[in-house]
């Protein structure tokens, strides 16, 4: 554990993460400076949610507003960095150049934990898997008899509240499930007691540059780890199973073939996941049986299941957490039938490889002849989007495209041809306007499908909101 008393430290960013930061380190004597560049009146409401904390605590707090000047590094023992918030910033490079230490809300939440930690990282599924295990452990404590491996399991990270707003409640004895960006990875130099790695593939290259940088900031998960500590990879993945070099501790893993012998984790036997000891196959439940579509979702089941049994859990909540998992918003999220079609919310999808698991998720023998009517765009994250242009051109019949990625997205698919797919490609300024088109277009038996493969930072505030505003203009179709 960290003496913040009297030190001073300078918070980068006052969304979630840095207003989460600075209140718990005012409560634990620091001085605290939140800096934001936007201007004070965008960010009263961070203001308000610190007003609860009393003087003389509250005095610790000072407030920047509107740019990053660098005298507030003016004697600062260290800098925190919201994942927002880029390290090419000059104010960090400055701190990094006058030896301040940085660190982030989910170190500081490390370095104070009492508890076993489990950390989920990965280029996608990571809140899917991250939320199973948290249920595979929750659904534990249900079970009748025989006392609990784990007081009480918290979840959070990158995926709802930060785990440090909750983390002087936690025992010994409790279980810390947390999912770990890239964006907090990249500075981090402590890790989980154990680390999953899902799988590294092509993302945020408008933040790390390159792939070599990006593989180099999820990796850390598993650089701060002991040998004492367990490591999951996916073995499918070869961008998680190359990190096979940097494992410290003990090494399990999950994919569609049993693991190598003598080693822990999951696979599939079959129709069946199934786990493996070492020695012995354990059925969990028929593929069938996942609620939540596509292949993805049954690797994200088979990391959760490899994950929980190096935590200890039985395969009876594995089983139960699992058909009872009905997904998490945002990602392929059936919102309506409209016109006797199908519309989808997966505006999780910030890049194109998930755009494909997603349209892939409509391959089983029920889906494979429906027409799809796929609403991509956002902003591009410099990632590569030929694989998925091959992947429209086969299986997408009308392909409508919104905000700053639209041109690119259709420069590489190319025009629509007579007779062949996409039967039609739209361009529209913003997504309002495309659900409107595909409202024009779409007939009965098709699907409607919103999966991006942009971020959503050049219409709206985060996916969350552009998830939202989808669902309520699809529901709004129902009015006309």
């Known amino acids: 554990m960290t003496d913040w008393k009297d030190k001073r430290v300078v918070v980068i960013g006052a969304a979630r993460q840095g207003i989460v930061l600075g209140r718990f380190l005012a409560l634990h004597g620091a001085h605290v400076v939140i800096n934001d560049q936007k201007p004070a009146e965008q960010l009263e409401a961070a203001r308000r949610s610190l007003m609860d904390i009393n003087e003389p605590i509250a005095s610790r707090i000072e407030w920047f507003f509107g740019s990053h000047p660098l005298s507030l590094l003016d004697g600062t023992n260290c800098v925190c960095v919201s994942g927002g918030v880029p390290l090419d910033l000059s104010m ?40 199973l295990v948290g249920k595979i452990a929750e659904n534990y404590f249900k079970a009748p008899g025989g ?33 770990l960006s890239s964006f907090q990875l990249e500075i981090m130099t402590k890790s989980v007691n154990i680390a999953c790695v899902l799988n590294i593939t092509p993302n945020h290259l408008d933040r790390h540059v390159t792939m070599e940088a990006y593989i180099s900031a999820k990796k850390r998960i598993l650089d701060y780890q002991t040998e004492g500590d ?29 693991p ?3 080693m822990q984790g999951s696979f599939m036997e079959g129709e069946w996941v199934c786990l493996w000891d070492g020695s012995t196959a354990t059925r969990i439940l028929r593929q069938a049986e996942i609620p939540i579509r596509g292949w993805h979702n049954v690797e994200n089941v088979l990391a959760a299941c490899a994950i ?27 919102v309506h039938s409209w016109k006797g079609a199908d519309w989808y919310n997966d505006s999780i999808a910030t890049a194109p490889e998930r755009v494909m698991a997603a349209i892939h998720s409509f391959d089983s023998p029920a ?54 797919r996409p039967l039609s ?26 999966s991006p493969g942009g971020t959503s930072f050049d219409e709206f505030r985060d996916f969350e909101e552009r998830g939202e505003a989808f669902k309520r203009w699809v529901l709004n179709l129902s009015c006309m």
């Open 92 to 131: 960090i490079q400055e701190a990094k150049r006058l030896g301040i230490p940085l660190s982030n809300d989910s170190q500081v939440f490390l370095e104070e934990c009492p508890c076993r930690t489990i950390g989920i990282t990965g280029s996608a599924g990571k809140t899917t898997t991250t939320s």
């Open 147 to 179: 006392k609990p491996l784990y007081r009480k399991v918290w979840v959070g990270g990158n995926i709802g509240s930060p785990l440090l707003a909750e983390v002087d409640q936690m025992h010994s004895d409790d279980l810390a499930v947390m999912e």
């Open 230 to 258: 367990i490591s999951v990879l996916g073995r499918d993945d070869p961008g998680a199973w190359d990190l096979v070099e940097h494992v410290h501790g003990k090494l399990c893993s999950f994919g569609k073939v049993m």
């Open 260 to 262: 190598p012998e003598a």
């Open 308 to 334: 929980s049994q190096t935590a200890g859990l039985p395969a009876k909540a594995m089983r139960e957490a699992i058909v009872s998992f009905s997904g998490i918003p945002h990602r392929l999220e059936w």
């Open 367 to 420: 889906d494979i002849r429906r027409p799809i009517i796929l609403l991509a765009g956002g902003r591009d994250k410099n990632l590569p989007w030929n694989e998925l242009a091959d992947l429209i051109q086969a299986r997408v019949d009308h392909l409508i495209l919104f905000g700053e990625a639209a041109g690119k997205i259709a420069a590489v698919v190319g025009n629509s041809k007579p007779n062949s």
């Open 425 to 450: 490609i739209e361009t529209c300024t913003g997504l309002e306007q495309a659900v409107k088109v595909a409202a024009r277009v779409v007939e009965k038996d098709d699907i409607v499908l919103l």
